[in-house]
């Protein structure tokens, strides 16, 4: 599978942005889908997970109530809702998948990867 990631940019602290990120191929729903977030200097950090039909999401802490993360099958798509911004949440953003929910934290265990989109958070 094949991941495009955007949605982007820069925004002020308190506001909002939305991630897309487009699958190719028609398994999309065969994926477990993941958005990590890096800073320079630092290792990939997980930020939220979805099962293959979104039933189930999962959200490190501090993203929790804050992000959401969702998908539509139909349209080959992943979303992460991003309310309440705030400057430490400044970072490339990638999309992920795999086949497996197993340590779904972890971003080693995600075979595809999109090429990550930068979000900016001014204070």
């Known amino acids: 599978v094949q991941l495009q990631a955007s949605g982007g940019g820069l925004v002020q602290a308190g506001g909002s942005l939305t991630l897309s990120c487009a699958a190719s191929?028609?398994?999309?729903?065969?994926?477990?889908m993941g958005w990590f977030r890096q800073t320079p200097g630092k290792e990939r950090e997980f930020v939220a997970t979805?099962?293959?039909?979104?039933?189930?999401?999962y959200y490190a802490d501090s993203v929790r109530g804050r992000f959401t993360i969702s998908r539509d099958n139909a349209k080959n798509t992943v979303y992460l809702q991003m309310n309440s911004l705030k400057p430490e949440d400044t970072a490339v953003y990638y999309c992920?998948?795999?086949?497996?929910?197993?340590?779904?934290?972890?971003?080693?265990?995600?075979?595809?990867w999109g090429q990550g989109t930068q979000v900016t958070v001014s204070s």
């Open positions: 992920a998948a795999r086949v497996s929910l197993l340590r779904y934290s972890d971003y080693t265990r995600y075979g595809y």
């Open positions: 191929g028609r398994t999309f729903s065969s994926y477990v």
């Open positions: 979805i099962t293959w039909t979104g039933d189930s999401t």
